[in-house]
């Protein structure tokens, strides 16, 4: 497994974990745990924005 090279690397990959917790913990509450995991994929989506903007900082 290849190391986090940036803190937004970092964030994407806490992001991920919690997202699986967030399956596991709201399993039987289909709404709730789907309206979570839209907005992880905002916060996601703008974490990729932001490094196509500014490129990968090492």
Do not use: V, W
């Not at 803190?7 to 919690?18: D, G, M, V």
């Amino acid at each position: 497994m290849q190391t986090p090279t940036n803190q937004n690397e970092i964030s994407l990959n806490k992001l991920a974990q919690f997202e699986s917790f967030i399956d596991g913990y709201y399993y039987n509450q289909t709404e709730l745990r789907n309206q979570i995991k839209r907005n992880i994929n905002s916060i996601r989506q703008i974490i990729i924005k932001y490094l196509d903007t500014n490129g990968q900082q090492e």
